[in-house]
């Protein structure tokens, strides 16, 4: 599996929080081949079920959220302009002149209008358009659009992708949090069934850029025995917080908290250093901000770690994450899997 | 006579040219139209200078700039990133997040503005757009010293988008508000039978437009082609037809046709030579506007003040977003703007 050609295809989907079923053949259609059955649950999570195949086994839960931040339609105005509000945390500072797709009828190209300077009003000088104020502009008239897009028409970033550092990294939207769903793709896909003796639940889950509203239903229907759950974390960058954000390249963050089954992650860090991959720990105490918050106490308490990839410019269409970090994330979820449930 | 040429606009650009460093775009313009004129050559300030001769002593010079907004690497840090001075009018809030190419214009390296995540911003950083000192250049490539196998200080930078079309009605690219002019003019060329024509005609594709150096390299090619009968200016003008603008406020519509322009900030044009375009704009029933404001100000001034002196007007194309990485161009602006160019090289 080239897993930087997959991990682009799956970012590029449109997963708006809400709106994740819209693309949801193709996401089977990449999805699918490394697993054996798929089901899509009553709150939207995509869930791909890869069996043992052996009597009565434990299973394993493992979550990446599927859904994005983006912006949603509230209205058009006469000159055809669409009035927007926001899903989830966006940025106002990078949506002047952003490339966006509306998903209407069709997909449609559009930029986020600049308010120009002349029509600032005082006291607006110097500071950014809140997002509520902001436009979409599609180039067409308030009648054309009207017919392809109505209030509630959800936008997400343009989906394009580069690469960096000599391709070490790459470069786009919607990495947050599809990269980590790639890594665990590509574990998958790198697993031997005869070494397999757990079923796998790996929920893409939904709508947690909105607030963590759909993965604790798949915990409590699914009931594991142990859940792993991976998001990314801000990388080191000028302008952070050099205690807290974990360096790019040095492997999968393994999370200290409350929230995490103190067990189980060490078991994931000892199985990193039997086989030389890299990790980083961090500490989160009370709350990780994940979904290993909603997933830990769930159905009478499921013993959850929580993995997370390191990534630049969290929440842009300029998301970046090193290659080596999917990669290693993906071998030692690999090594877990493996050695974990084997003599389970 | 063909319509305005797209692909070729397309490919304009899409070519690294911040201000300063023009010299691929000025390449690709030199390749298209050297075979149609009678001399093409590059001034002491880089202009790129085409001449057209005629058997009278009228001569008629086309002028238009072609660098786009864009920045220095001013210094690079220990961990490789680049920190960066704006070029000339830029804006910074147009910056953070942004796709930009990074290098000489012969080689140059994919980067991002870096933006701070969202989540660690406090409540007055969320409002105000990044300052320019915060403001730096991702490469990934850890060191400073392998940034510098790519590049050193002193390196350009500009956007890096993709060319799209809109509603089937507008063009969206970085650099259209500076390459637009050209496109006009290259197609102008054309249109010109050298062995032909009676008048003789100057091109000037100038640099360092948007630099805000006044009396600059235009004023210069100026200089340097001598006397003219007439200058003919072919730019755009940002629009501020959005959020419910009217009127002088607009300053001009998308979709209404070429601004011919009385005045604007640096200029009033002459007024004879205004009058008579419109004339024969009505008369040839090409679609013409107003600039309602007097608004915008590129190269004229240092035009029609260089030297002796001569006779100015100027033809725009209305853009929206202006010095970003997503200008936005009506596409029939652009077939307004070269029939109305066209009327200076129609010899009756």
């Known amino acids: ?344 | 006579m063909k319509s305005f040429d797209f692909d070729f606009l397309r490919e304009l650009s899409l070519e690294f040219g911040p201000c300063g460093c023009e010299k691929a775009v000025l390449g690709i313009i030199k390749n298209r139209i050297e075979k149609y004129c009678d001399e093409t050559y590059y001034d002491a300030c880089g202009n790129l200078i085409a001449a057209i001769k005629g058997k009278s002593e009228k001569i008629t010079a086309f002028y238009t700039n072609v660098d786009e907004a864009g920045f220095y690497v001013k210094a690079i840090d220990d961990d490789g990133r680049a920190r960066i001075s704006l070029l000339g009018s830029g804006a910074t809030e147009y910056l953070s997040g942004r796709r930009v190419s990074v290098g000489n214009g012969v080689k140059t390296y994919d980067g991002v503005v870096a933006a701070r995540p969202i989540h660690s911003l406090s409540k007055d950083e969320e409002t105000k757009p990044t300052s320019a000192d915060k403001l730096y250049i991702e490469l990934c490539t850890g060191k400073k010293e392998e940034t510098e196998k790519l590049f050193g200080v002193g390196a350009f930078g500009t956007y890096k988008s993709e060319y799209s079309e809109l509603a089937g009605r507008y063009i969206k690219c970085k650099a259209l508000d500076a390459r637009a002019g050209a496109a006009v003019m290259c197609d102008l060329i054309y249109g010109i039978d050298k062995a032909k024509t009676e008048n003789g005609y100057y091109f000037c594709f100038t640099v360092m437009g948007s630099s805000g150096i006044r009396d600059g390299a235009a004023a210069a090619a100026a200089y340097n082609i001598g006397k003219c009968d007439l200058a003919v200016v072919l730019g755009t003008l940002g629009t501020s037809d959005l959020y419910g603008a009217e009127g002088r406020d607009a300053v001009c519509v998308c979709g209404e046709g070429a601004v011919i322009s009385d005045s604007d900030g640096r200029t009033i044009y002459s007024a004879e030579e205004v009058k008579a375009l419109k004339e024969k704009a009505e008369k040839a029933k090409i679609p013409y506007q107003e600039n309602r404001a007097c608004a915008g100000g590129g190269i004229s001034a240092d035009i029609q003040r260089g030297g002796e002196g001569v006779r100015t007007v100027c033809i725009e194309i209305p853009v929206k977003y202006p010095k970003t990485a997503s200008v936005m161009i009506n596409k029939t602006d652009c077939e307004s703007a070269l029939s109305l160019a066209r009327l200076y090289i129609t010899e009756e």
């Not at chain 1, 009565?56 to 983006?70: M, N, Q, R, T």
């Not at chain 1, 509230?74 to 990078?94: T, Y």
């Not at chain 1, 106490?297 to 300029?318: K, Q």
């Open chain 1, 1 to 344: 599996m080239d897993v930087k050609k997959f991990s682009v295809s799956l970012c590029s989907l449109m997963s708006v929080s809400g709106f994740e079923y819209t693309e949801e053949d193709r996401l089977r259609e990449l999805v699918m081949p490394y697993f054996d059955e798929t089901e899509s649950d009553s709150v939207g999570n995509h869930i791909f079920v890869l069996r043992c195949g052996k009597p009565s086994p434990k299973k394993l839960f493992i979550d990446a959220h599927y859904d994005e931040v983006g912006l949603i339609v509230k209205g058009i105005c006469d000159d055809g302009m669409l009035r927007v509000c926001s899903i989830g945390g966006v940025d106002a500072r990078l949506f002047p002149a952003a490339d966006v797709v509306v998903y209407g009828k069709k997909r449609i190209p559009g930029v986020i209008a600049v308010k120009p300077g002349n029509l600032y009003k005082s006291g607006e000088k110097g500071k950014l358009v809140p997002v509520k104020e902001l436009l979409v502009d599609t180039g067409y008239t308030k009648d054309e659009i009207s017919a392809l897009v109505g209030i509630g028409t959800p936008i997400g970033y343009a989906p394009v992708y580069s690469e960096m550092g000599g391709g070490k990294y790459i470069c786009g939207k919607g990495l947050d949090d599809k990269i980590c769903a790639s890594s665990v793709v590509y574990a998958v896909s790198m697993l031997k069934r005869e070494n397999l003796g757990c079923d796998i639940y790996f929920s893409m889950s939904s709508k947690e850029e909105v607030g963590h509203r759909a993965v604790s239903s798949a915990a409590f229907r699914i009931k594991p025995d142990y859940a792993i759950a991976l998001d990314v974390t801000f990388g080191m960058a000028p302008g952070g917080d050099k205690e807290t954000d974990m360096e790019m390249g040095g492997g999968a963050v393994i999370t200290h908290s409350l929230i995490t089954n103190k067990e189980f992650s060490d078991f994931i860090r000892s199985t990193a250093k039997e086989n030389g991959l890299p990790f980083q720990s961090d500490v989160c105490p009370v709350r990780t901000g994940t979904h290993a918050d909603d997933i830990a106490f769930v159905s009478g308490g499921i013993p959850t770690a929580l993995v997370s990839i390191p990534i630049w410019f969290m929440h842009t269409a300029i998301e970046t994450v090193c290659t080596d970090d999917i990669e290693n994330t993906a071998k030692l979820l690999c090594r877990v899997i493996e050695t974990k449930f084997r003599e389970a």
